[in-house]
């Protein structure tokens, strides 16, 4: 199998805060520009962060800018995401993915260009 498999999510109070992880299956981590996606019901997929495999740059959706940090540890061969100062609109299953060439991170990546999509964790954020 090739894929993430996504854990962590849960439900949580505003202002609250989470730790998902990507367990990656089949590839190396640190191959790859690797993104966070999540997806509302009845919203399309979008990006959420996006980490660079060259040089380590992190790119983040301004929606959650200064909240969200995107992090990898090789070592496990695991994706984080840590969100903090969560809000309502943040509610959505969250996805890890990958980028194969010749694609990469950026501030907008599309959810096209990425592969080895997992099942996804749910996060669920209301008083």
């Known amino acids: 199998q090739v894929q993430f498999v996504e854990s962590g999510g849960g439900s949580v109070q505003p202002g609250g805060s989470l730790r998902l992880s990507c367990a990656a299956r089949g590839f190396a981590v640190l191959q790859y520009d690797i993104g966070w996606f999540r997806q509302a019901p009845g919203k399309e997929r979008e990006g959420v962060s996006c980490i660079s495999r060259s040089d380590g740059t992190a790119y983040y959706a301004n929606s959650v800018k200064g909240r969200f940090t995107i992090g990898r540890d090789y070592a496990k061969n695991t994706m984080y995401l840590e969100m903090d100062s969560l809000k309502p609109e943040d509610t959505a299953v969250y996805y890890c993915?990958?980028?194969?060439?010749?694609?990469?991170?950026?501030?907008?990546?599309?959810?096209?260009?990425?592969?080895?999509w997992g099942q996804g964790t749910p996060v669920t954020v209301s008083s």
């Open positions: 993915a990958r980028a194969p060439a010749p694609y990469s991170c950026s501030e907008h990546p599309f959810p096209r260009d990425f592969r080895s």
